[in-house]
């Protein structure tokens, strides 16, 4: 199968682990940011994640260069207009990013400016290449939650324009959920869709919790509901769409090793799950690659890939327009 030319859809993707390196130099020479080398060999490998990490941390360490150099309105429009453009140029039709506005206000920019930048940036891409794409609105745990309600008020002008979901990320303890309530309630009153990283470091009760506290319609990763009955049934009776990262998910040891990924088995037993890149650079991949090792690995066939297409788009939190014509591509 010529996994390059499939129809593509990614509905996982963080911005600040999606950044190519030779822009990371580039910025960093505008801005006077010092950089350990100009050599886009060596500061793509600061930018890699090891294929497994000792821990979270040291994937997460990965997005500190990235967020340095994406504090100016330029720099975060440019970085969108390149992830579009190298997600369209693999034949993905439709992209949804996400990214945590609060990361980027270190230089004065207001959570607004922010949002516009990126959405700028993806306009710029939609309107050159065969793409379409949405953000999404992250919060991530370690910062104070009250930063949470003004980034949902600066993205509120966008819903449907460019922005529509709120997502928390970032590691993930146990009842995570419980503390989150209010603020994807206001997120969902503003008319946000909801979705949550849960199950990747942390328990299947996370998941259930998330669906059942916090409203979410989307789960990033989920894998840990396998061995969590009633998370797993929820997830199956409310068809909540699993947002699998195969590469990532090795890497942060989510799960042990590839093989192990239950992916198939949610697949097999018709849990919406949907195949994703996380982070092009951090993970060192993209959709082609994703998308490949899965179907390889798996021994999956035309028509699963179908299936998988097809409920990405039917979890996807694009327009109904959007969704009919990326229906047709499959
Ligand atoms: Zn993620």
Redesign the pocket.
Known sequence: MNYFDLPKIDL?C?LDGSLRPQTVIDLAAEQNIELPSTDAEVIKEMMVAPETCPNLQEYLDRFALPIKVMQTAEGIERISFELFEDAAKENVKYLEVRFAPHLHIQQGLSHEQIIESAVKGMKRAEALYDIKGNYILSAVKFLPSDTIPPVLDAGEKFLGNGVVAFDL?GSELDNFAHDYVTYTQYARDKGYRITI?AGEQGCGQNVYDAIELLGAERI?HGVAIKDHEQAYQRVKQDVVGLEA?PSSNVQTKAIPELKLHPLKEFHKDGLPVTINT?NRTVSNTTMTQEVEKVMELFDLTAEDYAQIYRASVEQCFASDEVKQKLMQYI
Request: charged content about 15%; proline content about 0%.
């Open positions: 996982h963080h990320a990283h990033g990262c996380d």
